[in-house]
């Protein structure tokens, strides 16, 4: 069974653990880029067969990245994009994206803002968490 676990949310990004069965199958950050999206994106499926005039439209990309350290297996690829699909809010102003990546050491740390900031450096995001102090931990962490 699928399950998953908030180990942060900040105003433009959460990160998760999702869980197979009680064990960590993936890290899930998804992350809002107040962008649109860049030239890079415009290449990928479907938006190369998209015109051009509608993906210009889209003013912000949310961007979903699903992070293992080793490839995913195709059920799990599936399941993750369908499951993480249905988190953003499309409108004609926004979307998202949706893409794997593999960081070989990615369980040999800690859940903290280092490995975080390493994760995202991994990911090519520009998102950088600062430090807070531990009670600022605990109420962001929180609902």
Not at 92 to 105: A, G, H, R, S, V
Request: charged share 30%; aromatic share 12%.
């Amino acid at each position: 069974m699928i399950s998953l676990s908030r180990i942060l949310k900040l105003r433009d990004l959460e990160i998760f653990h999702v869980l197979n069965n009680g064990n960590i199958l993936a890290y899930v950050i998804i992350e809002d880029t107040k962008n649109p999206f860049t030239e890079e994106d415009k290449k990928m499926e479907p938006l190369c067969y998209m015109d051009e005039k509608d993906i210009n439209e889209i003013l912000n990309v949310i961007r979903i990245s699903l992070i293992n350290d080793e490839t995913f297996i195709k059920e799990d690829s599936i399941t993750l994009r369908e499951y993480f699909s249905v988190f953003v809010n499309n409108t004609n102003l926004t979307n998202f994206i949706i893409k794997e990546y593999i960081q070989e050491d990615l369980y040999d740390n800690d859940d903290n803002i280092e490995s975080f900031n390493k994760i995202l450096q991994n990911i090519g995001s520009s998102y950088i968490i600062e430090e807070f102090d531990e009670i600022n931990w605990i109420y962001l962490s929180q609902d």
